[in-house]
Structure formats: C-alpha cells, structure tokens
C-alpha cells in the first residue's frame, strides 16, 4: 500500500504590479510585459488591476509602496 502523499500542485499566478511612478502617479504593469499603464490616481490605479485580474483568473495584484517593499497583496482564483 502507497502511502505518500503528493502535495497540491502549486499554482501558477499571473502578476499584476502596482507602483509608484518616478515623479508622480501610479503604474500597473503585468509581469513580463515591458508596457505599463499610468494613473494620476492611486485608487484608479487599484481599480483597474484588480478588474484585470478579476477577469483573467488566477492572478495576483501585488501594491508596492514609496518606499521598498509590498505593501498589499490580492488573490484572485
């Protein structure tokens, strides 16, 4: 009798960053991807990369602040 167990395969998000922009305004790029999109808003911001990762499941929308570090962090499944 075979009585490993096999750990729960790991899932694979798609990462959507959200940053602060070098002078002001905020950035939401996708990883991999070399374009970004600018909000003068954070909250925009926010709101525009949660509804793309809501859309394109299972994704991952990870806040980095001013300074270095995540700030927050939203699965979607």
Known sequence: MDTAVTPPVARQ????FV???KDYGWLVALA???H???????SLALTYAKA???A????KVC????????E??????
């Open 19 to 21: 940053q602060p922009g």
């Open 63 to 70: 806040v980095n602040g001013a300074g270095e570090g995540l």
């Open 13 to 16: 998000y798609t990462l959507v």
């Open 36 to 42: 970004s999109h600018f909000f003068a808003d954070r």
């Open 52 to 54: 793309w990762a809501s």
């Open 56 to 59: 394109n499941r299972p994704s």
């Open 32 to 34: 991999g991807s070399g």
């Open 72 to 77: 927050h962090e939203w699965i979607f499944r």
